[in-house]
């Protein structure tokens, strides 16, 4: 698809000597960044949902089975023999 934007004259010069450098056409040049910079912004939203859900308090219920299951664990563990 075509469209037209507006690019600042010094950032267009660059993106054009960097397309040049790299044997690429303008157009790829811009595909590649913006594909890059949108997966940059989606791996953003994934980490600030992650820290969101990890940065919530433990309920206690989850601790306690927890602190139990070590316990059942460690038991297990020392019943055995090497």
Known sequence: M???IS???DLLKEAEEI???QNFSRSALF???LREYLERIKSQRILYALNKAYSELEPQEEIALRQRGKKH???KILK???
Do not use: S
Request: charged share 35%; proline share 6%.
């Open 73 to 75: 664990y460690a038991t």
């Open 80 to 82: 055995e023999r090497y």
């Open 2 to 4: 075509k469209t037209a």
């Open 7 to 9: 690019i600042p004259d």
């Open 19 to 21: 397309a040049k450098e």
């Open 31 to 33: 595909t590649i960044a």
